[in-house]
């Protein structure tokens, strides 16, 4: 039947028409890594033969991707908290640095890096995925917590790594939380952006404020001061 119904329209479309359809369904499959996840809520014809495998008018597939996306925004706010709170306290405890201006100088680095990273991760997510901007921000990520442990070994200058760490982190920021805001928009749909981009904020920054108390409990527990 759709074959048929294609004939009639061809039939009846102007040579421009009939331009303008191809270059869309060229575009379409040139992009179509981009479109990695599905609509989150069944409209339409759809909507009666999913009722049967939707959660609360969500579809079961969709909401598990949208859970994935979630949690990994939490486990990155996590791990930012984590990480500045151990640069702050180390450029005391570690490394004898009385300036506070010292003490917090690779927030600037780490501010440059994030605000470069947003700039690019929008063009890179429709360029290549939302999925592989994800992976190459976190990837990009775990080099921020192994300079922190080399700069422990550093004679002089150890603080200076603890700083250069703060570029990764700022870039793995950048890249991964708002691949992963702009993963929750796909999901949720066109309908439900604000939804989408509230909730994972919400609950990347409520990460933060909690792995505060969860730094803290570390530090009194199991950090001595020499």
């Given at each position: 039947r759709m074959r048929s119904l294609e004939k009639v329209h061809s039939r009846h479309c102007s040579p421009r028409a009939h331009a303008a359809r191809a270059r869309d369904h060229r575009a379409w499959r040139r992009n179509a890594h981009v479109r990695a996840f599905t609509p989150l809520v069944a409209s339409g014809d759809c909507a009666d033969e999913m009722s049967s495998s939707t959660v609360a008018g969500f579809s079961r597939s969709a909401a598990a991707q949208l859970g994935v996306a979630i949690a990994l925004t939490a486990a990155l706010g996590g791990v930012l908290q984590l990480h500045k709170l151990a640069s702050i306290d180390s450029a005391g405890r570690?490394?004898?640095?009385?300036?506070?201006?010292?003490?917090?100088?690779?927030?600037?680095?780490?501010?440059?890096?994030?605000?470069?990273?947003?700039?690019?991760?929008?063009?890179?997510?429709?360029?290549?995925?939302?999925?592989?901007?994800?992976?190459?921000?976190?990837?990009?990520?775990?080099?921020?917590?192994?300079?922190?442990?080399?700069?422990?070994?550093v004679k002089s200058g150890g603080f200076g790594v603890v700083t250069m760490s703060a570029l990764f982190l700022g870039c793995a920021q950048g890249l991964t939380w708002t691949a992963?805001?702009?993963?929750?928009?796909?999901?949720?749909?066109?309908?439900?952006?604000?939804?989408?981009?509230?909730?994972?904020?919400?609950?990347?920054?409520?990460?933060?404020?909690?792995?505060?108390?969860?730094?803290?409990?570390?530090?009194?527990?199991?950090?001595?001061?020499?």
């Open positions: 570690e490394f004898a640095v009385t300036s506070s201006a010292v003490k917090v100088s690779f927030l600037l680095p780490f501010a440059l890096a994030k605000s470069s990273a947003n700039l690019a991760v929008g063009r890179w997510a429709d360029a290549y995925g939302r999925r592989r901007v994800t992976v190459l921000g976190w990837s990009v990520g775990v080099i921020a917590p192994v300079l922190g442990m080399i700069a422990t070994r992963l805001v702009l993963a929750c928009v796909d999901i949720c749909g066109s309908t439900r952006r604000g939804f989408a981009s509230g909730l994972n904020e919400t609950v990347g920054y409520t990460a933060i404020a909690l792995f505060a108390h969860v730094y803290g409990a570390m530090e009194s527990s199991g950090v001595t001061c020499s």
